[in-house]
């Protein structure tokens, strides 16, 4: 029916809009991931949020131990409806949740850091596998439980005074690097038809004013 319901929907928008989404969909990814990591400030995650949806990296996981966090919609500009946002934060370590979920799902686990055994995100190996890409805070960094599990390291290299950058400024300097290897790679990065279309009628509904009522009555009208 996921089939049928999808067609339906799509009456109800533009052909330019859903010619865009499908054009979306095709440079979408689940290849790569993105988790933050108890960040504080947020208008700093909303940002990497904004880029994540630029560069067409589906999934972000929000690990949320100390602080909660909300989307600022001034800065995500929106950018929150297209995404798969996965917030991690009712297990007593919501860290190691996170982690032992994305291993048993078969991505690395990568730590960016600056002062780990790491390579630079230039020499980064984006054939090796899926990865999920972790970001700590501004003031600590990922906490000792992504350092020590974490299968390999990379850093953003900085030649000025400055220890490390707005953690805003990384994600989007390592997306933009490592979205970029990987789409001029052999590996297979695409989603599958099938995620194809769970998305797209998530989008669409979110396109739809009243799109509640209008699959309801669909539904009804298929029993």
């Known amino acids: ?53 630029c560069f067409g990296v589906q999934d972000i996981h929000v690990i949320e131990n100390s602080y909660k966090f909300d989307v600022d919609p001034e800065v995500a500009m929106g950018s929150s409806k297209w995404l798969s946002v996965h917030s991690h934060s009712e297990k007593e370590n919501n860290t190691l949740d ?4 994305l291993k048993s799902e078969g991505y690395r686990i990568v730590a960016t850091s600056p002062h780990a055994n790491d390579v630079n995100i230039q020499d980064f190996d984006v054939e090796k596998g899926k990865f999920a890409l972790f970001f700590g805070t ?27 950058f707005n953690i ?41 004013k009243s799109s509640g009522e209008i699959i309801e009555r669909f539904i009804e009208g298929n029993k």
């Not at 400024?169 to 290897?181: D, I, Q, R, S």
């Not at 590996?187 to 995620?195: A, I, P, T």
């Open 98 to 101: 996170t982690i032992n979920q």
């Open 1 to 53: 029916m996921q089939k049928e319901l999808i067609e339906h929907l799509r009456g109800f928008v533009t052909e330019r809009r859903d010619g865009l989404i499908d054009k979306v969909l095709d440079n979408r990814t689940r290849y790569m991931n993105i988790v933050l990591e108890n960040i504080y400030q947020p208008q700093n995650a909303s940002a990497v949020l904004r880029s994540c949806d």
């Open 138 to 164: 501004e003031l600590t960094g990922l906490s000792d439980i992504v350092m020590d599990n974490a299968d390999e390291f990379v850093k953003v290299p900085m030649y000025g005074f400055t220890e490390s």
């Open 168 to 208: 805003s400024v990384c994600a989007a300097l390592a997306l933009f690097e490592l979205t970029g290897k990987m789409r001029r790679s052999e590996v297979d990065w695409h989603l599958s038809d099938e995620e194809k279309e769970e998305i797209k009628l998530e989008w669409l509904s979110r396109s739809i």
